[in-house]
Structures are given as C-alpha cells and as structure tokens.
C-alpha cells in the first residue's frame, strides 16, 4: 500500500523560510513523479514543484522560481520543498503527491494526474 507522509510547514513573517518534507512508501516501481502542490480556498490546486523520483530537473510554477528548490535524499527516502524570500501569496495548504509508473522525462502538472496524496501542510506567511 503506497503511502505518502509530509511533514513541515507553519507560520512565518513575509520573507522568512520553510521547509516541507516528503516520504513515499510501499511504492513497488522505480520511476514515478512526485509534485508539491498547492491550494486555497478560493483557488484550484496548483503544481508548484515536480521531478521524477529517478532525479533531473524540477518544473517550478513560475511564481516560485528562484525561491522554491525541490529535492531528494535518497539514502532517507526524502523529498524535500525548500520554502525561501515567502510571501503572503504562498500561502497554501501544501500537499506532496505521487504519480503512477511514468517512464517518460516528464512529469504531469495537473492534480488529476497524480494518485497518491499526503495529508497536507498549512503554510501561512504574514506581512
């Protein structure tokens, strides 16, 4: 049974930083994708952050370039969304989700496209 676990997130002032963290478990293929995504209550989920469990490039959203680095500890089985320069528009509930097998170079943006779900980190950045 695949299992996705995040953890992070909290409250911090406009420029501050966090971090979330990710583990997938009883995953029984190699190659998935893995997206950070976001959501509001007013706003569909969005796909801040996506990579391949096998490593490469992340796809950031536009917004967070610069300031989001999405990465892997293999030898943890972490994946890690590191939150830096936040500001109030970042805020979000955060969610860590995985694909199904893909064995191509490219991870899908939207939500639909990914089956496997964490439970949610609240992420909240005052002015």
């Known amino acids: 049974q695949v299992q996705v676990v995040e953890s992070g997130g909290g409250s911090v002032q406009a420029g501050g930083s966090l971090r979330l963290s990710c583990v997938v478990s009883?995953?029984?293929?190699?190659?998935?994708?893995i997206g950070w995504f976001r959501q509001t209550p007013d706003k569909e989920r969005e796909a801040v952050a996506r990579?391949?469990?096998?490593?490469?490039?992340?796809v950031y959203l536009d917004s967070v370039k610069g300031r989001f680095t999405m990465s892997q500890d293999s030898a943890k089985g972490t994946l890690y969304l590191q939150m830096t320069s936040l500001k109030p528009e970042d805020t979000a509930m955060y969610y860590c989700?995985?694909?199904?097998?893909?064995?191509?170079?490219?991870?899908?943006?939207?939500?639909?496209?990914?089956?496997?779900w964490g439970q949610g980190a609240q992420v909240t950045v005052s002015s």
């Open positions: 990579e391949s469990i096998l490593g490469g490039s992340p």
């Open positions: 009883g995953f029984a293929f190699r190659s998935y994708c």
């Open positions: 989700a995985a694909s199904l097998p893909r064995y191509d170079a490219s991870c899908p943006r939207l939500s639909d496209d990914y089956n496997y």
